[in-house]
């Protein structure tokens, strides 16, 4: 066998490899136009995991158990009203840490197949950019509001809690769930320079 027919044939050999990869890939939704960094990667799976704990933390206030915390906050008083409340914010919060995977995966760059009528179509980067700066900004404000509130500055009272240990709870798991801002912004700038820029 000659170099250039060995050459061939390890090329045809990289070349199947490469687009069983790509077909795998595309088959578990992963697949992107462009390779996404292993950090933004690691972040989109983070944030469910950082907001994880905030969300355990709330559900005794449910059932009137208030955690430490000295004011009743606004819960209702019902059960009947507040562990659906309750319950509900936290589904909606991890379904919203959920979505951030859309910004490094091939379902935040084309319609997976699997949906009626618009499968496999592309989505433009304004679809995905918008919400997620919007979403931004906002975790970006509540990371604002904590770090005013969880250190009384600015005039904004720090909440009043049973002792220390309640207080230190309470400022660990939100201080987890806020950093949802800062990485949600880094995610939304890496889905940006990687969808729209050359």
């Given at each position: 066998?000659?170099?250039?027919?060995?050459?061939?044939?390890?090329?045809?050999?990289?070349?199947?490899?490469?687009?069983?990869?790509?077909?795998?890939?595309?088959?578990?939704?992963?697949?992107?136009?462009?390779?996404?960094?292993?950090?933004?990667?690691?972040?989109?799976?983070?944030?469910?995991?950082?907001?994880?704990?905030?969300?355990?933390?709330?559900?005794?206030?449910?059932?009137?158990?208030?955690?430490?915390?000295?004011?009743?906050?606004?819960?209702?008083?019902?059960?009947?009203?507040?562990?659906?409340?309750?319950?509900?914010?936290?589904?909606?919060?991890?379904?919203?840490?959920?979505?951030?995977?859309?910004?490094?995966?091939?379902?935040?760059?084309?319609?997976?197949?699997?949906?009626?009528?618009?499968?496999?179509?592309?989505?433009?980067?304004?679809?995905?950019?918008?919400?997620?700066?919007?979403?931004?900004?906002?975790?970006?404000a509540l990371l604002a509001?904590?770090?005013?509130?969880?250190?009384?500055?600015?005039?904004?009272?720090?909440?009043?809690f049973a002792n220390a240990?309640?207080?230190?709870?309470?400022?660990?798991?939100?201080?987890?769930?806020?950093?949802?801002?800062?990485?949600?912004?880094?995610?939304?700038?890496?889905?940006?320079?990687?969808?729209?820029?050359?």
């Amino acid at each position: 066998m000659t170099e250039t027919t060995k050459t061939k044939t390890e090329r045809g050999a990289d070349a199947a490899t490469r687009s069983a990869a790509g077909a795998r890939a595309a088959a578990t939704g992963r697949a992107t136009a462009r390779p996404v960094p292993r950090w933004a990667e690691r972040t989109a799976r983070a944030i469910p995991l950082l907001m994880l704990p905030v969300c355990l933390w709330r559900m005794p206030f449910a059932f009137h158990f208030p955690m430490g915390l000295r004011d009743e906050g606004p819960f209702p008083d019902s059960l009947w009203l507040s562990v659906p409340y309750v319950f509900g914010l936290s589904i909606l919060s991890e379904l919203a840490a959920l979505c951030c995977f859309a910004l490094v995966r091939g379902w935040g760059e084309v319609v997976p197949d699997q949906v009626p009528l618009v499968g496999g179509r592309p989505i433009r980067p304004a679809v995905v950019l918008v919400p997620a700066a919007l979403a931004s900004l906002g975790a970006l404000a509540l990371l604002a509001d904590w770090i005013l509130g969880t250190f009384g500055l600015a005039g904004v009272p720090a909440p009043e809690f049973a002792n220390a240990g309640w207080a230190l709870l309470a400022a660990v798991t939100s201080g987890l769930f806020v950093l949802w801002g800062p990485l949600l912004t880094a995610l939304t700038w890496q889905y940006y320079v990687r969808r729209c820029r050359p």
